[in-house]
C-alpha cells in the first residue's frame, strides 16, 4: 500500500514583526542564501533557487508550490510551528499563505509540528574561534499557561480545518523537543496531564481526539536541546501514539564522518539501521524520514575559516542522490509494512530547508532532479 507523504515546511522566507526587532525590518532567510559562499573547492553556493527569492505569505506564490509538490508525490506539508511563551512566531506562512489560498485552490492536507526548541540567533553563527556564544532569543520550554493557550489555538484554528492531516480521523500533532516540553511543563505526571487535556480539546470540539507523535534523537546536532536518556520509558508515560524522525542526521554520529564533503548515502543506511530498532526499542510505531540533503554553511559566519566544530554548524556538506531517495523510499515502504499499527506515512526533510541545504524545490543546478526522484518512488 501506497503511504501517505509529508515534507516538513519551514517557514522562515516571510518577514516577521519579532525578526524586525530582533534583526532588521524585513529581515528574512532569504538574506543568508544569497550571502551564501563556498567554503572549500567545489562547494556548491550559492544556492539559487529557480523559482526566486519568494514570499511565503503571498497565497499565489504558495498555491505554486502546492501544485509542484502534489505533482511530485507529495500529499501533505507539515509544518513547523512555532509557539513560544510569549505566543505564535512565523505563523503567517501557514495562517496567510497556505490557509489564505481559499476554498478552490489545489487540495492539500496539512498538520503541525510544534518545533519547541530554544530559538537561538544562526543569521549567521560566529566563528568557533570567537569565543561567542549564539544569543538565545526566545527559550523553546513553555509553561502551563502558554501550553494551553497554544492548544486552544490549534485545535480551533487548525484542527478543525478539512485540509488537516488525520490518524484514523485524529488530528497529528508532531512535538520536537519531548524533553524539553517535559522539563518546562513541569515533570512527567504534568506533561502526561497536559496532552491529556489537548485530548479533551479536540474531542469538545467535535474530533475522536489527538494523535500526539513524538520526534526522537540519536545524536543531536542542535545545541540545547534536552536529550531523553530512558525514552521508552518516558514514552511510555505519556499518551504518545507515534515517534517519528525529523532529519536523518539525529540518528548518526557526524563526527565519525568525512569533513567538509561527507557521504549522504551512508548517512541513509546509519539512520535506516536505527529506524529499524526504534519500534521495539520505543515500543510505539515508527514513521519513517527520507532526507535529502544537508548544508547548514548559509547559517554560518561567512569570515571563518571552515573547519570542522563541535556542535551545531561547521558540519560536513552533503548532496542528495536520486539513488539514496529511490532506496530510502523502498527501506520507509518495508519499514511500515513490518509495523501493521504505524501510521500509513513517511516525512520527507524537507521542502524548503535551504540554509540547511535540505531542500526539494528545484535550485538552477540540479533542477527538479529530487523532485522527480521522490515522485518515481511514490507513484500516484
Not at 508550490?65 to 500529499?75: F, N, P, S, T
Not at 478543525?160 to 492531516?165: E, N, Q, V
Not at 500509513?344 to 524548503?352: I, K, S
Amino acid at each position: 500500500m501506497r503511504p501517505d507523504v509529508l515534507a516538513y515546511y519551514f517557514p522562515h522566507w516571510h518577514a516577521d514583526e519579532r525578526d524586525s526587532r530582533w534583526f532588521r525590518p524585513g529581515f528574512t532567510e532569504w538574506e543568508l542564501v544569497r550571502n551564501a559562499t563556498p567554503r572549500f573547492p567545489g562547494h556548491r553556493q550559492p544556492r539559487i533557487p529557480t523559482l526566486g527569492h519568494r514570499d511565503e505569505t503571498d497565497p499565489r506564490v504558495m498555491d505554486s508550490e502546492v501544485q509542484l509538490a502534489r505533482a511530485h508525490g507529495i500529499d501533505g506539508f507539515i509544518f513547523d510551528y512555532y509557539w513560544y511563551d510569549d505566543g505564535p512566531y512565523l505563523q503567517r506562512a501557514l495562517d496567510e499563505g497556505f490557509l489564505g489560498r481559499g476554498q478552490d485552490a489545489t487540495p492539500m492536507r496539512f498538520a503541525l509540528m510544534w518545533a519547541n526548541h530554544d530559538l537561538l540567533d544562526l543569521y549567521p553563527l560566529p566563528a568557533p574561534s570567537s569565543g561567542a556564544q549564539p544569543r538565545l532569543l526566545r527559550p523553546g520550554g513553555v509553561g502551563l499557561e502558554s501550553f494551553e493557550q497554544m492548544t486552544d489555538h490549534v485545535v480551533s484554528a487548525y484542527f478543525a480545518h478539512p485540509d488537516y492531516y488525520t490518524v484514523d480521523g485524529k488530528p497529528f500533532f508532531s512535538i520536537y523537543e519531548l524533553g524539553t516540553f517535559v522539563a518546562a511543563i513541569g515533570g512527567v505526571e504534568a506533561a502526561a496531564e497536559a496532552l491529556a487535556g489537548l485530548d479533551r480539546k479536540a474531542r469538545q470540539a467535535g474530533l475522536p481526539g489527538v494523535h500526539v507523535d513524538a520526534v526522537v534523537w540519536g545524536a543531536g546536532i542542535l545545541p540545547n536541546h534536552v536529550t531523553i536518556s530512558r525514552p521508552r520509558e518516558l514514552l511510555s508515560a505519556l499518551p504518545v501514539a507515534s515517534a517519528s524522525s525529523y532529519t536523518w542526521l539525529h540518528h548518526v554520529d557526524i563526527d565519525a564522518h568525512p569533513f567538509p564533503v561527507g557521504d549522504w548515502d551512508r548517512v541513509r543506511a546509519e539512520a535506516f539501521a536505527a529506524y529499524w530498532s526504534y519500534p521495539d526499542d520505543l515500543a510505539l510505531p515508527f514513521v519513517p524520514n527520507i532526507s535529502v540533503g544537508w548544508d547548514n554553511s548559509p547559517r554560518t559566519s561567512p569570515e571563518a575559516v571552515w573547519e570542522r566544530n563541535v556542535g551545531y554548524g561547521w558540519t560536513p556538506s552533503f548532496e542528495c542522490s536520486v539513488e539514496s531517495i529511490t532506496l530510502a523510499a523502498a527501506e520507509s515502504v518495508k519499514l511500515l509494512a513490518a509495523q501493521p499499527g504505524a501510521p500509513a506515512m513517511v516525512t520527507v526533510n524537507a521542502w524548503n530547508e535551504w540554509t540547511e541545504g535540505s531542500y526539494l524545490l528545484p535550485d538552477t543546478e540540479r533542477g527538479t532532479e529530487l523532485l522527480e526522484a521522490l515522485g518515481a518512488a511514490f507513484p500516484r
